[in-house]
């Protein structure tokens, strides 16, 4: 655990002054206790509270919401899961036997989870100010992907489902056909399949989330040709 904790040390960019924090946020709960599950609950809080300022600031004329939108696609599971992983937090979780048998370092939900009790750990070892410092730079490739005009168009995935909704039709279904790469370099392929009208499209990215919205931008494109 000394090793684990002297790396994330230096990838996470923050040095515990104290160190059990760190223990126990990459403590699943199938490891025993203390878990990170408390962590968790109160990094969820912290994290939300900064993306939310955060949008807030940069976004001065974004409505609601746009705002909510923002603030659900960069913390959402999928999204904190990409964090983990170019953290490279897999290999480096305490997971108890049956986790580990049955891969649980690379389940999108723990690994969101970790990063949660991550950002409440620094948060409680150093302070609001300081767990911003650290935490908001791992978001940053996210927010530069989002619209910059203050008021953004919503998402490919929720266009599909209004457009789909408003003329009664069956919600599409997501499939992942394929994921591959190292788990701080995974690549996604996913394909979105209509029933009415039937059609099939597909969609790659850097995590399940961006596969899915290009897929659905691709439904949409054929749907409402311009």
């Given at each position: 655990?000394?090793?684990?904790?002297?790396?994330?040390?230096?990838?996470?960019g923050h040095r515990f002054a104290n160190p059990d924090l760190l223990a126990q946020a990459l403590r699943h709960r199938s490891?025993?206790?203390?878990?990170?599950?408390?962590?968790?609950?109160?990094?969820?809080?912290?994290?939300?509270?900064?993306?939310?300022?955060?949008?807030?600031?940069?976004?001065?004329?974004?409505?609601?919401?746009?705002?909510?939108?923002?603030?659900?696609?960069?913390?959402?599971?999928?999204?904190?899961?990409?964090?983990?992983?170019?953290?490279?937090?897999?290999?480096?979780?305490?997971?108890?036997?049956?986790?580990?048998?049955?891969?649980?370092?690379?389940?999108?939900?723990?690994?969101?989870?970790?990063?949660?009790?991550?950002?409440?750990?620094?948060?409680?070892?150093?302070?609001?100010?300081?767990?911003?410092?650290?935490?908001?730079?791992?978001?940053?490739?996210?927010?530069?992907?989002?619209?910059?005009?203050?008021?953004?168009?919503?998402?490919?995935?929720?266009?599909?489902?209004?457009?789909?909704?408003?003329?009664?039709?069956?919600?599409?279904?997501?499939?992942?056909?394929?994921?591959?790469?190292?788990?701080?370099?995974?690549?996604?392929?996913?394909?979105?399949?209509?029933?009415?009208?039937?059609?099939?499209?597909?969609?790659?990215?850097?995590?399940?989330?961006?596969?899915?919205?290009?897929?659905?931008?691709?439904?949409?494109?054929?749907?409402?040709?311009?």
């Open positions: 655990m000394a090793t684990k904790q002297v790396y994330l040390k230096d990838r996470i490891a025993g206790v203390p878990h990170n599950e408390r962590l968790e609950f109160l990094g969820d809080s912290i994290v939300n509270l900064l993306i939310a300022q955060t949008m807030f600031e940069r976004w001065p004329k974004a409505d609601e919401g746009a705002l909510t939108r923002a603030r659900s696609a960069l913390v959402c599971e999928s999204a904190l899961a990409l964090i983990a992983r170019q953290l490279e937090l897999g290999p480096r979780l305490q997971l108890g036997p049956g986790e580990l048998k049955s891969g649980g370092f690379r389940r999108d939900s723990i690994l969101a989870d970790a990063v949660e009790a991550i950002i409440a750990a620094i948060y409680l070892d150093a302070g609001f100010e300081a767990c911003r410092a650290v935490v908001m730079p791992w978001f940053e490739a996210s927010i530069a992907e989002l619209p910059a005009t203050g008021k953004p168009d919503k998402d490919p995935k929720t266009r599909l489902q209004e457009w789909l909704q408003a003329r009664q039709r069956h919600l599409p279904n997501y499939e992942l056909i394929s994921e591959s790469g190292d788990d701080h370099a995974k690549h996604f392929h996913v394909r979105c399949t209509l029933l009415d009208p039937t059609m099939v499209s597909e969609g790659e990215g850097s995590s399940r989330r961006i596969a899915e919205q290009q897929a659905a931008a691709a439904a949409l494109a054929q749907l409402e040709p311009k």
